[in-house]
């Protein structure tokens, strides 16, 4: 009687474990099988950087910077365009003029990098005031000389990029004045393909997210997540609800990311990605995405090693 109750049990969870399965969408590189050779990817690399955001998107002919990281690190960001096999970008779009987002910007131009368009959501005369340097001005001027267009875009807005849509998700037009918080007004990306999706999410704070949840219009739920602010502020509960990605990256890791990965682990996350490791890069085919890390030398037996707090 109880082997003919456990045959039972098995042939009623069996569907339900099948279900699961073709539900996932995110896979480690090495544990599903690879991509049809004639399939048209998108590419989303993570530069290695410390401190500092930038990614590039890849599709086709098509590229994009978002943010490009600090001045001091154009050389990684060079190095990531060269391994991805791009020679010019198409576009770049700024989600804030932080140090640590656009910085890198003038120095990569100045040194012959071909930017098609400039997109930005911040106004042209914002001056940070926290900060000895004006990035989105003098960028501007250098844009302006090199005679590289500037777009301005504003909240749900779309940006071109071949067949995939990607989607401006800023704190309401409303809100937004030049005295509020560099961060809590920077635009978040979402980049959808065919049936999958990820969320850029720049430096936004917890209150512009939880603002961002009662608005109209805006979808959050996405396959993959990049953890706002590097991972130095929190999220709140009801953003990773609503967003419930299957797997999260950050930008950075440190000490104080330490709470960031807390909160994860205590909501079954089990498998996050440090880009300060290694360059992470996510493809998908619009149907399932792989994801692998080419973990730095210097990184090899830190990242074996690492213990997730919990």
């Not at 569907?15 to 990817?41: G, H, I, N, W, Y």
């Not at 005369?125 to 844009?143: Q, S």
Request: aromatic share 10%; net charge negative; glycine share 6%.
């Amino acid at each position: 009687m109880r082997r003919l109750i456990c045959i039972l049990l098995v042939l009623v969870l069996l569907p339900v474990c099948s279900l699961a399965e073709e539900a996932r969408k995110v896979f480690r590189e090495e544990e599903t099988d690879p991509f049809p050779e004639d399939a048209q990817l998108l590419t989303l690399t993570v530069c290695p950087l410390l401190g500092a955001d930038c990614m590039l998107l890849t599709y086709g002919e098509h590229s994009m910077l978002v943010d490009v990281g600090k001045e001091t690190q154009t050389k990684t960001v060079l190095e990531m365009l060269q391994n991805a096999g791009v020679e010019s970008v198409e576009s770049f779009f700024s989600t804030h003029p932080h140090g640590d987002h656009i910085g890198g910007l003038i120095p990569l131009i100045e040194g012959g990098l071909q930017v098609g368009t400039f997109y930005t959501v911040f106004p042209h005369d914002y001056v940070e005031r926290k900060t000895a340097k004006h990035y989105m001005r003098d960028t501007l001027r250098l844009l302006a000389e090199k005679e590289i267009p500037v777009v301005d875009l504003k909240t749900g807005d779309t940006v071109p990029f071949g067949d995939v849509k990607l989607t401006v998700i800023r704190m309401p037009d409303e809100l937004i004045n030049p005295r509020r918080n560099c961060n809590e007004m920077s635009a978040m990306l979402k980049v959808e393909y065919g049936d999958c999706s990820l969320l850029l999410t720049a430096d936004v704070e917890p209150t512009v997210v939880s603002q961002l949840l009662f608005a109209e219009n805006y979808d959050l739920k996405v396959d993959i997540l990049k953890y706002p602010h590097h991972g130095i502020s929190y999220i709140r509960q009801e953003f990773l609800d609503n967003a419930d990605p299957e797997y999260v990256f950050f930008t950075h890791s440190a000490s104080d990311t330490k709470r960031a990965q807390r909160f994860l682990a205590r909501n079954g996350y089990t498998w996050m990605n440090f880009a300060t490791w290694g360059p992470i890069i996510c493809k998908t085919d619009g149907k399932k995405w792989t994801v692998r890390q080419d973990i730095l030398p210097d990184f090899e037996n830190y990242a074996r090693n690492y213990k997730f707090p919990q």
